[in-house]
């Protein structure tokens, strides 16, 4: 009989338990999401329902048009559209970065006022015409109300200094009064055109971010500049809606005293236009951005930094009793500063063409629903400052939704959004982020931040499922077990749509065609048809019992679900 060798049979053992051991916590890497469709937590108003952009000119050009029409398309509510330079003045209406023009005002040799709303009017109806809504922003200074009118035009370019764009536009006027005017005809012509009803719907406000270098003047300035404005808009159209002030970073501390020495007055100042007290105010604006970098030579995301500037925006604007509930539009609502600014010229924006920039979008508009939840204010919209650089080339990393008319992965998102209604419900498991851990130290380490957001209505429900994190490097797929409870017992119709890097995702394919700066017609059709949504799978029906169902999902890094399910 044959000795046995203990010392074998022990090593066996032990690498039987470590083997054991180790898909043991392979198994527990699966995370847990549960959706509650019986816990409401509030309606799941359209906030990402608002683009905004630099370049007015851009509205009614090939392209401009083609993906104002895509975007009317995806929403079943109006989206509104804010845009600068609506009141700036140029030889001819040149678009260019940073600039554009409608010269809606000027003046004769005597200084009579001298207006023309062509271009103003093509932009509007570029809109109209699309069942769209100016966010109508009131600004810049024309050229010839400015206090400082030389230099006007500037010629920024990516690389260079960007203080050079603010020129003579930024200036207060040199007569409030004629600047009130200009604003009241402005209104009065709006409504001679597209009726008072329509007109009503609109949202006006003035100028953008003037606490930094967009506004020359002072915050008292400001202020006044606000009052005349307010004034002029509430005679033309009494029912028309006023806001303001647009500033950017309320964290920063010159920020929040811009925002509160504008919100003390609106309540007890005097107002500069009429001598009583107090201004009109109809919703509240501010910008919230976020602030990448280059780190071990890849771009690093900090939503954290976004996140503290709607932090701090909601809780001066909570802080004011009178005007808490008054609706909040982020003006200005993104991952970085400048959508001009390309990849070329600014390494960190090199986040914009791929999947980071999708889920960044997925992850972070949910936090802003969670952060308005937290301090019990009224959020209406946030502003995705993305829109197209028209002739520009191709994937060249400008913060747009498209590029020379071929969608990007992050326009999907918002296709995924468009199919969100009803009311917004309970989301929890095994998750390692919630929105005030994001705010505090971003989605950093090892952990990804695997989350969902779910709503339901009458006839079906649905859930976004992301798989983010801020270092923008591959990563493994995350194994994730959807746990669905609260659905209606039968059969029900699931979709799974996705945008990762095998889907959804026209700037993969246009990496696998070698990058072509000159596509063919037949490459620029492919690349259209993968820039929309698609199925990962065919459309599936399940069987619901006692209202349940456990689905797993396997999602890339960078990737963002959604089920869709109808009955």
């Not at 950017?248 to 020495?261: A, N, V």
């Not at 010229?345 to 889920?359: F, I, K």
Request: aromatic share 14%; with cysteine; charged share 25%.
């Amino acid at each position: 009989m044959k000795k046995i060798n203990f010392k074998i049979i022990f090593i066996l053992a032990l690498n039987l338990f470590f083997t054991l051991s180790i898909y043991s916590q392979q198994i527990s890497k699966s995370t847990l999401i549960n959706v509650d469709f019986e816990k409401e937590k509030g309606p799941m108003n359209p906030i990402w329902a608002w683009w905004g952009y630099d370049e007015p000119n851009y509205t009614y050009m090939k392209d401009g048009k083609k993906l104002l029409s895509e975007i009317a398309d995806l929403s079943s509510v109006p989206v509104y559209v804010r845009a600068h330079s609506l009141m700036v003045t140029d030889d001819g209406p040149r678009a260019a970065l940073k600039w554009g023009s409608t010269n809606m005002y000027t003046e004769d040799d005597k200084g009579n006022p001298i207006y023309d709303w062509k271009i103003i009017d093509k932009i509007f109806d570029t809109y109209i015409e699309r069942g769209m809504k100016p966010m109508a922003q009131i600004g810049f200074m024309p050229k010839a109300l400015s206090s400082k009118p030389e230099p006007y035009r500037h010629f920024w370019k990516p690389g260079a200094d960007y203080d050079d764009i603010f020129t003579g536009w930024a200036y207060p006027p040199k007569n409030y009064k004629k600047w009130a005017e200009l604003v009241y005809q402005w209104v009065l012509h709006s409504v001679e055109r597209y009726g008072k009803e329509e007109v009503e719907s609109w949202y006006w406000e003035l100028w953008n971010e003037p606490n930094i270098g967009y506004w020359r003047g002072t915050t008292k300035q400001y202020i006044k500049l606000y009052d005349y404005t307010a004034d002029a808009v509430k005679r033309a159209l009494p029912t028309a809606k006023i806001g303001g002030p647009e500033v950017t970073g309320p964290e920063w501390d010159k920020s929040e005293d811009f925002f509160r020495t504008f919100m003390d007055h609106v309540i007890n100042g005097k107002n500069y236009a009429t001598g009583e007290k107090g201004s009109p105010l109809d919703f509240i604006t501010f910008h919230a951005k976020g602030s990448p970098k280059v780190v071990d030579g890849h771009v690093q995301m900090d939503m954290g930094s976004q996140l503290r500037d709607l932090d701090s925006g909601f809780k001066i604007v909570a802080s004011y009793p009178t005007l808490k509930d008054l609706p909040i539009i982020i003006g200005e609502s993104d991952p970085e500063g400048c959508a001009a600014c390309s990849e070329d010229d600014y390494p960190h924006n090199a986040y914009r063409n791929g999947t980071m920039y999708s889920s960044y979008t997925a992850a972070s508009f949910a936090r802003k629903y969670e952060l308005a939840d937290h301090y019990g204010v009224n959020l209406l919209g946030a502003v995705t400052w993305g829109f197209e650089f028209e002739d520009k080339p191709w994937y060249a990393g400008f913060r747009d939704m498209a590029t020379n008319g071929v969608d990007k992965p992050v326009l999907n998102v918002f296709r995924m959004f468009g199919m969100m209604k009803g009311n917004r419900v309970e989301v929890s498991g095994d998750l390692a982020y919630d929105f005030k851990k994001i705010r505090d130290e971003s989605v950093r380490g090892a952990n990804s931040d695997i989350n969902a957001l779910a709503a339901k209505d009458k006839n079906g429900a649905t859930v976004m499922i992301w798989n983010y994190h801020d270092d923008n490097i591959d990563g493994d797929s995350a194994k994730i077990s959807v746990n669905l409870k609260g659905l209606p017992n039968g059969e029900i119709l699931m979709n799974h749509y996705r945008v990762d890097k095998e889907n959804s995702n026209s700037y993969e394919l246009w990496k696998k065609m070698g990058s072509p700066q000159n596509p063919t017609e037949e490459q620029i059709s492919q690349l259209e048809k993968e820039g929309q949504l698609k199925l990962i799978t065919s459309p599936k029906w399940l069987k619901v019992k006692d209202g349940t169902i456990k689905l797993p999902i396997d999602l890339p890094r960078q990737g963002v679900s959604l089920l869709q399910f109808t009955w």
